[in-house]
């Protein structure tokens, strides 16, 4: 019966543990970051690299 247990406890904190890691993959997937002016001068359009503003030389900063 002891034995039992013991085996309970270890699949339940090995299934803890997966699901922990298989999350923190997919949060880290979703972020996906794009770059906009500051001073919006092209409007809302994004970047997928860092640089600067084609308009007025700016650097541009990440969007949340």
Do not use: R, W
């Amino acid at each position: 019966m002891k034995k039992l247990l013991i085996i309970t406890a270890l699949v339940g904190f090995t299934a803890v543990g997966f699901e922990s890691c298989s999350e923190g993959a997919s949060s880290s997937e979703q972020t996906v970051e794009s770059y906009a002016c500051p001073m919006k001068c092209e409007g809302d359009k994004t970047h997928s690299e860092k640089g600067n503003c084609s308009v007025c030389g700016m650097e541009l900063t990440a969007v949340e």
